[in-house]
């Protein structure tokens, strides 16, 4: 489902660590100084209070860490009471992440994204930034989101790693982060002080030409323009692509269709890599092809895009849905077999659409599926027997 250097485990806890090495066993923890969603700046005095602190490296775009959300949550409720610290911290520069590696993502990793995220699944916990200086990321080196580091109450790093075993809940068997902060309450040696982590790598601030080239390549690609008969209509709503189908009807006279066309675009080329197709279809007479054409060059449009190849405009929506017979925009997301999953006449809730594709997307594991499938109250699909 995901390129290899976005899912990957470090078997060789050596790659990579030259340019951002990782904090050493029994090293004080760095200071940081980073706005938090709740609109407040956090610092390492802030927890100066509790017995252990526990820093985990996490991120909104990352489906693996996704899967961690609420484990996180799980966590912090857990050992509040007990004294224990738990701040999430944001690592990835997001002008460093190409749009293609948003591809099980909502959303990016600003800071406003991460208040929306903290918003739809309603997390509680400290979640703070660092994309802007990855000052705090480049002191402490997470290798990928998730990556957790425990303090003792002198502040010395006692454990790095994972956070437990496996991202599939059901498969845990080694709840290695749980296992630390336990030992250090105790007043116990820590038995395993590192593990390998795995996720999706740290998009460091050197990554960012990588985005800037990919962006290039699709400036460079051709934007083409097709006429559609109503023949062609009724044939694409029957989505003979075999692949998800998002299908936006426009004009270049309808205000709020030029304003989402961009969104649109953004959410093809987010998903394109997982067999989402996008197909634009003009409602502009056919003698204004012209200017359909130079709209979509403006957008670069890399999607299939159509015009209505008849001024009989009624006929034609008929065509693709007999029960559409109003305005555009119109959206309407099929599914490899032509079921309709999400139809909206009007400005489209670009996250909502979203989070409706990912949630029918085939992936790997269904447990990707069933996160965006459910709202803030989500739960992982199967629960942990240790809490």
Not at 69 to 82: G, N
Not at 95 to 109: F, N, P
Not at 225 to 254: G, Q, Y
Not at 363 to 374: H, L, V
């Amino acid at each position: 489902m995901w390129r290899l250097i976005c899912l990957f485990l470090l078997t060789f806890p050596a790659w990579g660590q030259n340019a951002h090495p990782i904090l050493p066993l029994g090293s004080s923890a760095p200071d940081f100084s980073l706005p938090g969603v709740d609109g407040r700046v956090h610092s390492l005095a802030d927890y100066a209070s509790s017995p252990i602190l526990v820093v985990v490296f996490t991120c909104n775009h990352c489906p693996i860490a996704q899967m961690y959300e609420q484990r996180i949550q799980q966590l912090e409720a857990d050992y509040r009471d007990r004294g224990v610290a738990v701040v999430a911290i944001q690592p990835n520069d997001p002008k460093a992440i190409r749009i293609d590696e948003l591809d099980s993502s909502d959303l990016s990793d600003s800071l406003d994204e991460m208040k929306i995220r903290v918003d739809y699944k309603n997390l509680h916990y400290p979640y703070l930034y660092d994309g802007e200086t990855q000052s705090a990321a480049r002191a402490y080196g997470p290798q990928a989101t998730p990556h957790v580091f425990i303090f003792d109450r002198g502040r010395k790093l006692q454990y790095e790693g994972r956070i437990d075993n496996s991202y599939r809940k059901e498969m845990v068997n080694s709840e290695d982060a749980r296992n630390a902060i336990d030992a250090l309450l105790a007043n116990r040696e820590v038995i395993v002080k590192k593990t390998g982590v795995f996720g999706c790598s740290t998009k460091w601030q050197e990554k960012e030409a990588s985005r800037i080239q990919l962006l290039r390549k699709i400036e460079e690609q051709p934007v083409k323009l097709e006429m559609a008969a109503a023949s062609d209509l009724t044939s694409l709503r029957s989505n003979p692509t075999k692949h998800m189908l998002l299908v936006s009807f426009w004009a270049t006279w309808c205000g709020s269709c030029i304003d989402e066309f961009s969104d649109l675009q953004d959410t093809y080329r987010m998903y394109r890599v997982r067999d989402l197709d996008l197909v634009t279809v003009s409602a502009n007479m056919p003698d204004e092809k012209a200017g359909v054409l130079k709209m979509l060059e403006k957008k670069r449009a890399t999607s299939r895009n159509l015009l209505f190849a008849s001024n009989d405009t009624a006929a034609l929506q008929a065509a693709f849905d007999p029960a559409w017979r109003s305005a555009v925009p119109y959206t309407v997301l099929l599914d490899m077999d032509g079921k309709v999953l999400y139809k909206n006449l009007g400005g489209v809730d670009i996250l909502e659409l979203r989070r409706t594709i990912l949630a029918n997307l085939p992936s790997d594991y269904i447990g990707f599926n069933q996160y965006w499938q459910a709202g803030s109250s989500q739960e992982e699909p199967v629960k942990s027997g240790r809490r």
